[in-house]
């Protein structure tokens, strides 16, 4: 009996450490894919737009949560299940340029917008780009710590067997001979 309940206390560990096995996962990159309608190539460190509030499109995790600061005014949006996300922001309606800090999780985007007023009222986006990258990117996402549950849950399971077969003995349920 004594034989039994160890070989099973032990194989219970055993199964814990080995369904606890890490698994890296990988991040979508956060990154701009297009300013004004015109494609940046994925990264940007400068872009020039003609035209006021031209949208950015770009891609994350699915799901994320991602903050766009423009000069110190910052807004949210959030990705959709497959990663896609859009901005169109509303206070570059003058010509200058604008710092722009993306970040979603440990992931960010950092380049400078330039507005360019528009030649005419037919010409509202003509885009020109450097393709100089400062995309900032885990390879991993960080462990949570969840394959550690089984781990636990398996050394606890040891501990009540050990702990019942202890009591049991010192009772007197088991004979010495």
Known sequence: MKKGL???AFSLVFLGASLSTSHDVFAAGLSV???????????????ANEGYNPLLVGTASPSA?????IDSVVA??????????????TTLSSAGSYEVA??????????TLT???????????????????A?????TLPQTGS?????????GVFLMISGAYAGAHMLGYFSES
């Open 76 to 89: 949210s949006t959030m990705s959709a299940t497959d990663g896609s996300w859009s901005y169109k922001p």
């Open 147 to 155: 394959d550690d549950i089984l781990l636990l849950l398996a050394g």
């Open 6 to 8: 160890l070989s099973l």
């Open 33 to 47: 894919t297009s300013i004004g309608g015109v494609s940046t190539g994925g990264t940007v460190t400068t872009w």
């Open 102 to 111: 993306l970040s979603s999780g440990s992931e960010s985007v950092l380049f």
């Open 135 to 139: 995309v900032t990117t885990p390879t």
């Open 115 to 133: 507005i360019a007023q528009a030649a005419s009222a037919a010409t509202t986006a003509t885009t020109s780009a450097a393709t100089t990258s």
């Open 65 to 69: 949560s991602i903050s766009i600061d």
